[in-house]
């Protein structure tokens, strides 16, 4: 094992407005513009008042995207907000004030065998995401189009990703909206018995709007997906209903990184995952194709870091399918044969070709690619609610932090939890460790750190919660506040240190990054051999 030489860069702190000219990127300008609390749902239509769907889980700057929506009002309004940081506001209006009549659209039919709802909508509003004419509009991001009916007031939101497909950022930060689709029980269906009107669904599709979260308290996230919020919490279940991913978008925009976004449709798609640097899986990750992952270990493999802020990561295997009218990747299957026996058809033939196609757990067979192989931990239990205990301080991802062996970063565990397990990578730290209870024992889960053979660093958190040791959404509604500067630094030094060289982090970088990044305190570390 290399010896780990660490140096903390100590120069002056820059404030946000320094962070212009030379060592300007798009998030930093973006972010420079006035924000608005505006996006905010102040009367969310949990009753279905107003509700829609995109065409797409993403769209390139340039490209064109579907709204559908289904009112019983007369008129409703769209207003499209860019997520951000945007000094605290969280939003900025893109394009707003555009009234539409209201439709009442039909309602899908259940597909008796496999649970499937789809909606099949009309009179769509097509959003043009930007183009060569405004360079500096629709940076890529999440976008909320919130939904108002002019005359019941109820509000609920159309979520979507652009994309930017001709540039190439420091970070790429991978939305997991198959995820989302999975837990999601609009019309009475989704992946899970629990939230389902009878058995659960075998398929489930993007065509149909997000349902309200199961907690009331989280109701200014409908439409979002889990986005905003937890869209489906169990019952009896302890967990929060707050979600994950908006947290860490905005300390991501606050601290001015130059990242992209795209969703894990994308991942699925795009061949080649396109970072200098990293790229980041965010809170709740759970649902992968065999496409999708095989990407992001040819991006590893190629010397791009992978940051796993996530926990239950890669578990399922899925497979996509167009929806009823063509449109590509729009179905998520799931026949989740652990349970089901040989439900899949996939699982009936005993071709090792079809293994890419089963719909099961990835450690169990026949596909047998535990996730740990590429996360270097993977999921153990749920529900937790603990604190990370810090066993190795002189780990370079802990540099500048102050921490000492035993001090905790309270209550960062949940409300999943992963640990290592054999079939580790061989290099494999656990840098912090965490106990808690589950069935009956006690379960220890697992933050880590390795090296791939390219020298990209791949990092795992291994709790879903991380985000919320960077920012304080959603606090105090749904949850207490656990923002801590030690998370933040760990987090920096996590991102400074993605792909760098194997024998030197100091290595010159002509990259805007990490300039900026370092005269901002930013620790980075030189790995001698």
């Given amino acids: 094992m290399p010896a780990v030489v660490l140096l903390t860069v100590l120069l002056p702190f820059l404030s946000f407005g320094d962070l212009t000219g030379a060592f300007a990127n798009p998030i930093q300008e973006e972010n420079s513009r006035p924000g608005t609390a505006e996006w905010q749902l102040t009367n969310p239509a949990v009753h279905r008042e107003i509700e829609g769907y995109a065409s797409l889980t993403s769209v390139n700057r340039g490209g064109h995207i579907s709204l559908f929506v289904n009112t019983t009002d007369p008129e409703y309004r769209i207003d499209i907000y860019r997520m951000g940081w945007y000094g605290g506001a969280g939003g900025r209006l893109i394009r707003g004030g555009i009234v539409r009549k209201g439709v009442r659209q039909t309602m899908p039919m259940m597909e008796t065998t496999t649970g499937l709802i789809e909606c099949d909508w009309t009179d769509p509003y097509v959003v043009g995401a930007g183009g060569a004419r405004d360079a500096s509009e629709w940076v890529s991001g999440v976008y909320l189009a919130k939904l108002t009916a002019t005359t019941t007031g109820a509000q609920s939101y159309v979520i979507f990703v652009v994309r930017d497909d001709e540039r190439i950022p420091d970070y790429v930060f991978q939305s997991s909206v198959t995820t989302y689709q999975a837990y999601n029980n ?49 019952p009896h279940d302890p967990s929060s209903a707050a979600g994950w991913e908006y947290s860490m978008v905005r300390w991501l925009e606050r601290e001015g990184y130059d990242v992209s976004y795209t969703t894990n449709i994308d991942t699925h798609v795009q061949a080649s995952i396109r970072a200098r640097r990293g790229w980041l899986s965010v809170g709740h990750d759970e649902y992968w194709t065999w496409d999708a992952r095989a990407h992001v270990e040819a991006a590893r493999d190629r010397g791009v870091g992978l940051a796993f802020f996530s926990a239950n990561t890669c578990y399922w295997q899925i497979r996509l399918a167009p929806s009823r009218t063509g449109a590509p990747h729009r179905t998520i299957i799931s026949y989740k044969t652990d349970d089901t026996g040989s439900e899949d058809p996939f699982a009936r033939d005993d071709d090792p070709a079809n293994d890419r196609f089963i719909t099961t757990r ?25 604190d990370l205990i810090i066993t190795n301080p002189a780990h370079w991802v802990f540099a500048g932090t102050g921490l000492h062996r035993g001090d905790r970063l309270p209550g960062l565990l949940g409300y999943e939890a992963d640990r290592v397990f054999p079939g580790a990578p061989g290099d494999l730290e656990i840098v912090a460790e965490a ?30 919660q991380w985000s919320w040791g960077l920012d304080d959404y959603a606090v105090p509604l749904l949850r207490a506040s656990i923002r801590q500067p030690a998370v933040e630094q760990i987090t920096r030094n996590v991102l400074a240190g993605l792909a760098a060289p194997r024998r030197s982090l100091l290595a010159p970088e002509s990259d805007h990054a990490l300039s900026w990044q370092a005269r901002r305190g930013a620790v980075v570390a030189a790995a001698d051999e």
């Fill in 186 to 234: 609009w019309g009475g269906k989704s992946l899970y018995d629990f939230n389902s009107v009878g058995e659960r669904a075998r398929l489930v599709s993007f065509n149909r709007p997000y349902a309200a979260s199961s907690n009331p308290l989280a109701a200014f996230g409908m439409g979002a997906g889990e986005f905003l919020t937890n869209l489906s919490v169990p």
């Fill in 362 to 386: 990835w450690r169990d067979a026949p596909i047998n690619r535990p996730e740990v192989q590429l996360v270097g931990v993977m999921y153990d239990g749920n529900p937790a609610d603990r």
């Fill in 435 to 464: 106990l808690y209870w589950h069935d009956g024992a006690t379960h220890v889960a697992n933050m880590t750190v390795y090296r791939s053979s390219s020298g990209a660093i791949v990092f795992a958190a291994g709790t879903i």
